[in-house]
């Protein structure tokens, strides 16, 4: 959890099952919203990895594009 | 039967058998596998047999198309087919008719190949097991206790159980390159645009490849020489020559520097497998290859940066469904897909950027070396009903570790390969070549060199 609140990456502290239900918006079952969490905290966890500092340095390859022409 | 794409052409060519004949001939092996293998989700016999038939007569007539022509072959259940549903191995989509080809689709028929049918897949592309709720688990024919790898397993399974001479598949982070491996048969990925996806659903259009596979690295190069090229149905295609893509499968790899990177893609590996990747690549040094070190210091970040895409990217595709028909979904893909509704955009953002810096590392390695090899997948094909759970020489889930060699070459783009490799306890192993962009002729020729070496492509399951 240190990796999550020092990082960058969404903290997954914020996540409680009310919010899970919020988000996907839709009824589930608490084993459900128990399992989204853990995948989503595994996750979190994981990208709280990246290096942050050299991620600044970079784009991401996303680019605005010119639209058509006449 | 038995016979490549490669050896087949000619015989077709010169009438010595006819299309008529070889469609039978798989026609009649899938009645008699499939319900065992479950390769197939439909099977098109009466249009292939007409298919043949018009086959036979154009080349009768002298007007032979090229090397698939009278060939049959197979295709992924994501791809559409003109009137045939496109069902994505979902129940969501199982009346999802299709009224016109995909691109690739369209470019074998005009190459004059015949469509046997429409294989399983996992459900939505999304996995890498093809344990399909929908419409059947798909089975290995080396050992038919364990899964063919996915998400394309019914292409990999079809082709290696001899039900179709070759096919195409599709591949987001491991798709065509895994069941490739299991199976015992060659995949390729080609470059990010190489070939059109348009007319295929998608997982995740950042990632998601359409690629031939088949039995032999030739068989590959002559199924990507008809499906690729520029389509502007297509908006990530890029408008570049087509090559020659089997014009220099002969030219051996003697004076190439083939690059290792030991810092992430053997780390985390089944004793076996990693063995016959290492012969794998003293053989190629054997050949006149030299060996390099390189470094790719990021790609260890590759594997969370290419699921935090693939699962935000499939979530906004399947935003609607997932509100109206949660329960028509399999809960493993259910997770997973509802699990990117949750991911943050600067989570997004950020996997975005450490895709450009593995793209940077993968550049700089290419400043030193041609190509570089590493195992498709560091284990060999999991039993079925027990991939969530630890099990293996690793003692890790099979799922948690299957994408991991492979997601790098999502990201970049780059081209990469699965070529058989070698077995252990009789299930196959793959080898991974992995290219600069657009690189397919390279990428090629070195697979061609390892496989005209070795005799494992010849192997076939004791079905």
């Known amino acids: 959890m240190e990796a999550l609140r020092r990082g960058r990456i969404a903290s997954v502290t914020e996540l409680t099952p009310n919010s899970v239900r919020n988000i996907i918006g839709v009824p589930a079952s608490e084993q459900e919203i128990d399992a989204l969490i853990a995948w989503y905290e595994a996750l979190a966890r994981a990208a709280a990895e990246f290096p942050e500092a050299e991620l600044k340095d970079v784009e991401p390859p996303l680019r605005s594009t010119p639209g058509p022409g006449r | ?463």
């Open chain 2, 1 to 463: 039967m038995n016979l490549t794409i490669s050896e087949l052409g000619p015989l077709l060519c010169d009438q010595k058998i006819s299309s008529l004949e070889v469609t039978e001939a798989y026609l009649a092996r899938i009645e008699t596998l499939d319900p065992r293998l479950r390769a197939y989700i439909a099977v098109t016999g009466d249009t292939a047999r007409e298919a043949a038939r018009r086959a036979d007569a154009e080349i009768g007539r002298g007007n032979y198309r090229g090397p698939l022509h009278g060939v049959p072959l197979g295709i992924k259940d994501l791809l559409d087919l003109d009137g045939l549903p496109t069902t994505m191995g979902s129940k969501i989509l199982r009346d999802n008719v299709a009224h016109q080809d995909a691109t690739a689709v369209r470019k074998l028929k005009q190459a004059g190949a015949v469509i046997l049918g429409k294989h399983n897949l996992h459900e939505f592309a999304f996995g890498i097991t093809s344990e399909n709720p929908h419409y059947g688990t798909v089975r290995n024919p080396w050992d038919l206790d364990r899964v063919p790898g996915g998400s394309s397993g019914g292409t990999a399974s079809a082709i290696a159980a001899d039900l179709c001479a070759g096919g195409l598949g599709s591949d987001t982070g491991a798709s065509i390159r895994a069941p490739a491996s299991f199976c015992g048969i060659v995949g390729l990925k080609p470059t990010y645009g190489r070939v059109s996806r348009a007319g295929a659903l998608p997982l995740a259009w950042s990632l998601d490849h359409i690629g031939p596979m088949a039995r032999s690295v030739g068989d590959c190069a002559l199924l990507l020489q008809a499906i690729a090229g520029y389509d502007a149905r297509d908006p990530g295609s890029a408008d570049l020559p087509v090559p020659d893509f089997s014009a220099s499968l002969g030219d051996g790899v003697r004076g190439l520097r083939i690059g290792l990177c030991r810092e992430y893609f053997f780390d985390v590996i089944e004793p076996d497998v990693d063995r016959l990747v290492q012969t794998a690549i003293d053989a190629l040094a054997d050949l006149g290859a030299s060996v390099v070190e390189v470094s790719l210091p990021h790609v260890r970040h590759a594997q969370v940066a290419g699921n935090v895409l693939m699962s935000t990217e499939a979530a906004a595709w399947h935003a609607t469904w997932l509100r109206d028909r949660p329960d028509d979904y399999g809960a493993d893909v259910l997770l997973r897909i509802r699990g990117g509704l949750l991911v943050r955009g600067t989570e997004y953002l950020a996997a975005q950027q450490m895709r450009t810096l593995i793209q940077q590392d993968f550049s700089g390695a290419f400043q030193e070396v041609d190509v570089v090899v590493a195992p498709t997948v560091p284990l060999v094909a999991p039993r079925i009903g027990h991939t969530l759970e630890p099990s293996g020489p690793l003692n890790v889930p099979a799922r948690s570790i299957a994408n991991r060699a492979t997601i790098p070459c999502n990201l970049t783009g780059m081209p990469a390969i699965s070529l058989p490799c070698g077995f252990s306890d009789g299930l196959p192993v793959g080898l991974q070549i992995m290219a600069p962009a657009f690189a397919e002729p390279l990428l090629l020729r070195v697979a061609a060199a390892y496989e005209a070496a070795t005799e494992w492509h010849t192997r076939r399951p004791p079905l």
